[in-house]
């Protein structure tokens, strides 16, 4: 069942939110109106390319850019030394920062362009800045770059043994840290007291986002009021802002991050990359605009990928089936440096997920970050939360088979129950509401689940293999508050921003600190701020993505836009509405304290005749002849709003396939997704961010993975190799939700942006696991390749 779009003009202001109204940004998007940031011409723009490590692991001896500063058009060529020359503009770290602490971290300098090591195939080595793009390329080859090549390490797994390369003298064993959550003792003690217990070792392969549009950048800078511009695809300009004044020395003051369209970014735009800055430094070297665009080719060699473990995973069940304990041990690959956020993901983004949506008594998990020749690894689509919730229902998959149990019957068996709620977990979070058994039981319905084994057994007496896969998600996102991430370890505060102003005419313009990148804000913030406001929806202009715009703010990711800057404009709208109370009660000379507000009017309460609507109070506001007296005049107001806790949006994911054992080809048969996000600011948006979530998802089970080669070079880095799911691939889903509001946001929200990808892979390999289970087989590594399912087979039935 698809939800059908709304015209919002036949939506009336009272149902405004929560509705299925179209997305106002689309026209723009589908028409090739949008304006994205290759799309910016500047008068006198020069271009930049960046010369990049060919190899995985390699010492620089000598860079000769001679050749190339000779070759047309070439304004200049710049590598390492230059950065710090006399001659150029300095002041700058020239390193990129990173963004979480850990206590154990062991950080390593990460310049933006590499002296004398290069540590991943694609790290910059020095950059041309020519009249046009096709000549800076050209002019690469006249780089000539000395390297010695050395032996590369890629897997986590073989960076932390004994005698790998090591990629950095400070990190002895390429450790980047060695963490821990929960409690181990008492989690020893369960296993040791189990009557069952299951274990599985796990691969969660590295991904690459493959954004739509590749990141790209144009600085432009004035030297008159030396005001820097930067126009590029950011999740979050303000950080950005902040992290780039750092590493190029510009003054935050005078630096303006803008971002025009972005086309997707699912975490890889969230980081602070070495290009981007490389553009502004050498804008304001050369004073005039500069800009670069991402080859797709770059974009595969160096946007940060995600995932990327290797675990073991244990479950431990006394002889009802009831889990007493859960362990893990995870290597997470880091990449050659440390990402911007990457010592969150997996670390408190992964561990605080390890119960699932279970009451378990005692959860350990232990994770060692490694350091490899492949790029900077950070946040992918669901960042830390897939791999938690990917190995919990793979543990549940085993775990049900272990006991002899119907595998809804071993889920609800330990579902945390209703009268649990708030939930505190043994990995330091509370789960703020839940209601587990409903979306169960819609997807039970939706699956047929009643006939589904019988059709199996029948199936397979005619040689079909069909198989079903559950995935009883959670996910923790709205990330905050404050106080709490920065004792975990973020350099930066985790509220969100905003502005809600009145013009005088009656209309609005809210601003927001996120920074939408094809969520639909637009459409959704509109909806909240014209419900608050009480005036039309057309009336609601939303603005984000501007440093210049917006006071301040703390971007798009991890699915806290709805919850934490959703939450922030009503917040500020309702400020918004105190003060227009007080205008209302001096036209309508009565006292504040008498004055209902409802929809958009100002009544004095038990007097219907006396009222005033907001849009003309606005006009008060700005004539300011007749205001209270000493009030400002103006109607506009701003907040800054920091949650009390994480959001722990939740659902049930069904697979039904059918595998041929044969091929090994996977069919579906059937998707259905049912997930509670709190209240809907609009369905039909939150129907579309679960479809591309399990697109995402099912992309990671059966067709996704970077692949590197011994020596570090990336096997798989164009569309030919890396396979992204096309439209073919995806199965028809069905798609329904329960509503289970936060109690702790003004709106009731959970998020919705990363569950589909968070939910789908596990329901996926466990109906594989489930279909193949005739051949021994209970699980396949991802990407379940026709190749893996069928060697999987073999493997089983071979060892028969
Ligand atoms: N929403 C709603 N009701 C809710 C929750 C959300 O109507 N209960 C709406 C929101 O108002 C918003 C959308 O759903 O319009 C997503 O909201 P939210 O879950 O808050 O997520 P964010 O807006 O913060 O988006 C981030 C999330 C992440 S982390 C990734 S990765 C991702 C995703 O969104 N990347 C995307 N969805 C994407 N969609 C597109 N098209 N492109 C990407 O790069």
Redesign the pocket.
């Known amino acids: 069942m698809s939800i059908e779009s709304l015209d919002p003009d036949e939506v009336s202001a009272a149902d405004i939110l929560g509705s299925a109204i179209e997305r106002r940004e689309d026209p723009a998007l589908v028409t090739g109106t949008g304006e994205y940031t290759d799309d910016l011409q500047f008068n006198n723009t020069a271009h930049m390319a960046v010369k990049r490590s060919q190899y995985g692991n390699a010492r620089i001896e000598s860079v000769d850019t001679s050749e190339a500063e000779e070759m047309p058009g070439v304004v200049g060529v710049y590598t390492h030394d230059d950065l710090w020359s006399d001659d150029t503009p300095g002041g700058g770290s020239f390193e990129l920062p990173v963004g979480w602490l850990l206590p154990s971290l062991n950080n390593v300098s990460h310049p933006i362009l590499v002296d004398d090591h290069a540590r991943y195939q694609g790290d910059a080595i020095a950059v041309v800045i020519a009249e046009n793009r096709y000549q800076a390329q050209d002019a690469l080859d006249g780089i000539d770059v000395s390297y010695e090549r050395q032996d590369a390490v890629t897997s986590p797994g073989e960076a932390l043994e004994d005698g790998a390369p090591q990629l950095h003298d400070d990190a002895e064993g390429n450790v980047a840290f060695d963490w821990e959550i929960g409690d181990e003792e008492k989690t020893a003690d369960a296993f040791d007291s189990a009557a069952h217990t299951v274990s599985t070792d796990i691969e969660n392969q590295l991904l690459i986002a493959n954004?739509m549009e590749p990141r790209a950048a144009v600085a432009r800078y004035n030297s008159g009021t030396d005001e820097l511009e930067v126009f590029m695809t950011s999740q979050n300009p303000h950080l950005h802002r902040l992290l780039m004044s750092g590493v190029i020395g510009q003054p935050e003051h005078k630096l303006r991050i803008k971002a025009p369209e972005v086309g997707?970014?699912?975490?890889s735009k969230i980081h602070h990359y070495a290009d981007e800055a490389l553009v502004a430094w050498c804008s304001k070297l050369l004073q005039r605009p500069v800009k670069w665009t991402a080859t797709r080719s770059e974009t595969y060699l160096t946007d940060a990928p995600g995932r990327g473990h290797e675990t073991t995973a244990e479950l431990a069940m006394d002889d009802t089936g009831r889990i007493t304990g859960l362990r893990v041990d995870t290597k997470a690959n880091l990449g050659a440096y440390l990402s911007t956020f990457a010592p969150a993901v997996p670390t408190y983004l992964y561990g605080t997920l390890l119960s699932g949506q279970y009451d378990i008594p005692a959860i350990y998990g232990h994770v060692t970050g490694a350091y490899t020749n492949v790029p900077p690894v950070d946040?992918?689509?669901?960042?830390g939360r897939p791999e938690a919730s990917f190995l919990v229902e793979r543990l549940m998959y085993l775990g049900a088979k272990e006991m002899g149990m119907d595998q809804a019957e071993f889920r609800r068996h330990n579902f945390v129950p209703n009268d649990k709620f708030p939930y505190e977990t043994q990995v330091a979070v509370v789960y703020d509401s839940g209601d587990y058994e409903k979306p169960m039981d819609k997807a039970l319905e939706l699956v047929d689940y009643e006939n589904f084994r019988q059709r199996q057994e029948e199936a397979r007496e005619e040689g079909k293999y069909l198989g079903i896969g559950f995935s009883c998600y959670i996910e923790a996102?709205?990330l905050a508050p404050s106080e709490l991430a920065g004792q975990l370890g973020a350099q930066a505060g985790l509220w969100e921003s905003s502005l809600v102003r009145f013009h005088p005419s009656g209309t609005v313009t809210a601003h927001c600190g996120?920074s939408?990148?094809?969520?639909?804000?637009e459409?959704?913030?509109a909806q909240i701020v014209a419900n608050e406001l009480g005036v039309d929806y057309d009336d609601v202009e939303v603005v984000e993505g501007d440093t210049d715009e917006i006071p301040h703010g703390m971007g798009?990711?991890?699915?806290?836009?709805?919850?934490v800057?959703?939450s922030s404009l009503v917040m500020s709208a309702r400020k918004l509405v105190d003060k227009a109370k007080e205008i209302a009660a001096h036209q309508l000379e009565a006292d504040p304290d008498d004055i209902e507000f409802e929809a958009g009017e100002f009544q004095v309460a038990g007097a219907p005749d006396r009222s005033i609507g907001i849009q003309a109070v606005a006009q008060q506001a700005y004539l300011a002849h007749d205001i209270p007296e000493g009030m400002e005049p103006g109607l506009e107001a701003t907040s800054f709003y920091d949650p009390d806790n994480f959001v722990f949006p939740f659902g049930t994911h069904v697979a039904i396939v059918e595998v041929d054992p044969e091929s090994g080809e996977i069919t579906f048969e059937k998707y259905a997704a049912v997930d509670d996000?709190?209240?809907?600011?609009?369905?039909k948006?939150?129907e579309g961010?679960i479809h591309?979530?399990v697109a995402q998802g099912v992309g990671q089970a059966m067709y996704e993975g970077a692949e590197y080669d011994d020596n570090g070079t990336l096997m798989t880095g164009s569309m030919q190799d890396y396979a992204v799911p096309k439209a073919e691939h995806v199965p028809e889903m069905e798609t329904e939700s329960t509503v289970t509001p936060s109690p702790h946001n003004p709106?009731g929200?959970?998020?919705?942006?990363?569950a589909g990808?968070i939910a789908a892979p596990q329901a996926i390999v466990n109906a594989v696991a489930d279909a193949l289970e005739p051949f021994g087989v209970d699980g396949v590594e991802m990407p379940m390749s026709a190749e893996n399912v069928w060697q999987a087979v073999q493997d089983n039935t071979a060892a028969d």
């Open positions: 954004a997707g970014g699912f975490g946040a992918y689509r669901g960042a996102c709205g996120t939408g990148h094809g969520q639909g804000h459409t959704t913030y798009t990711y991890g699915s806290r836009s709805a919850a800057g959703g996000v709190g209240n809907q600011i609009n369905p948006i939150v961010q591309g979530g709106l929200v959970k998020g919705v942006g990363e990808t």
